[in-house]
């Protein structure tokens, strides 16, 4: 996620989200790790910059950079990132306010 920003034509409103888009994750390594490390390259061009309604996202993800250290300590930047998914993102989707409200009791038992 870039920005969110708001488009108005006359009395209509139009909330949009500019994103940042990935490549598909390397297929090698997405199969040594039984589907579980998407490693993905960011997308550099403009194609990779893409507007959407913001009603559009279904879910949240982080992209977090992928880092070597070498023998010597160094710590390397890949230019790679790896995707992580925001695990309590359905919830959101069912119930506006019953997540925030209330004893935090509840939600141990999700």
């Keep these: 996620m870039q920005f969110y920003f708001l488009v108005e034509f006359g009395q209509d409103h139009y909330p949009l989200a500019m ?3 990935f490549s598909l994750p390397n ?3 997405l199969n040594d790790s039984s589907e579980t490390v998407y490693l993905c390259e960011p997308m ?3 194609e990779g910059l893409v507007v959407l309604p913001v ?3 279904l879910s949240v993800v982080s992209m977090f950079p992928e880092l070597q ?4 300590r160094v710590i390397l930047d890949t230019g790679k990132f790896s995707l992580m998914y925001h695990m309590f993102i359905g919830l ?4 506006d306010e019953i997540l ?3 004893d935090n009791e509840e939600l141990h038992g999700l």
């Design 27 to 29: 297929t090698e390594i």
């Design 92 to 95: 959101a989707h069912i119930t």
């Design 69 to 72: 250290v070498t023998q010597d």
């Design 44 to 46: 550099t061009s403009e």
């Design 55 to 57: 009603n559009a996202i």
């Design 100 to 102: 925030f409200e209330g």
């Design 19 to 21: 994103i940042s888009m």
